[in-house]
């Protein structure tokens, strides 16, 4: 956990800092209070304010990292501005499968202008370390693109059923 908070923590630092503005997200269903269990089904409900590149990373509860989204350089279109899209779809088998560790699980999500540097090293990320080499290049890369991202974080709880 404490892995967990200080990596959070530190890219949560750096997006507030180089952002343009809030990122308006939530994840569906809402109706859970971001209480989930695992084999729930979600997707984040995003509504960028202009035409944007998605990323979405998830920081479990043990501290590892995966990128929920783009995994597969599709994905990486840009979607339109100021119109709800569900990540990674609304259908039953596009959403992401809740599963364990059980606990709290931080998820940040980015509206890029433009799709950022190296992003296609980062499709199927799953279950790193947050000193991972791709993971460091992402943090450099919002530094570098200041003024260029929205950003908003959430978070959901993985229950014992």
């Given at each position: 956990?404490?892995?967990?908070?200080?990596?959070?923590?530190?890219?949560?630092?750096?997006?507030?800092?180089?952002?343009?503005?809030?990122?308006?997200?939530?994840?569906?269903?809402?109706?859970?209070?971001?209480?989930?269990?695992?084999?729930?089904?979600?997707?984040?409900?995003?509504?960028?304010?202009?035409?944007?590149?998605?990323?979405v990373l998830?920081?479990?509860?043990?501290?590892?990292?995966?990128?929920?989204?783009?995994?597969?350089?599709f994905e990486?279109?840009?979607?339109?501005?100021?119109?709800?899209?569900?990540?990674?779809?609304?259908?039953?088998?596009?959403?992401?499968?809740?599963?364990?560790?059980?606990?709290?699980?931080?998820?940040?999500?980015?509206?890029?202008?433009?799709?950022?540097?190296?992003?296609?090293?980062?499709?199927?990320?799953?279950?790193?370390?947050?000193?991972?080499?791709?993971?460091?290049?992402?943090?450099?890369?919002?530094?570098?693109?200041?003024?260029?991202?929205t950003f908003?974080?959430?978070?959901?709880?993985?229950?014992?059923?």
């Amino acid at each position: 956990q404490v892995r967990q908070l200080a990596w959070a923590n530190k890219l949560r630092g750096l997006a507030e800092k180089h952002r343009r503005g809030a990122l308006e997200v939530e994840i569906d269903p809402a109706v859970k209070g971001g209480n989930f269990v695992p084999g729930d089904l979600i997707s984040f409900a995003i509504r960028p304010d202009q035409q944007a590149t998605i990323v979405v990373l998830n920081v479990n509860s043990l501290g590892k990292v995966g990128v929920l989204y783009p995994s597969q350089a599709f994905e990486a279109a840009p979607i339109s501005a100021r119109q709800v899209r569900h990540i990674p779809g609304k259908e039953k088998n596009q959403r992401v499968i809740v599963q364990e560790p059980f606990g709290m699980d931080m998820q940040f999500v980015f509206a890029f202008d433009e799709p950022p540097a190296g992003l296609s090293k980062m499709y199927r990320l799953d279950d790193v370390n947050p000193d991972d080499p791709r993971l460091l290049a992402f943090e450099r890369t919002l530094s570098s693109m200041a003024g260029k991202f929205t950003f908003a974080s959430t978070s959901l709880r993985t229950l014992k059923p």
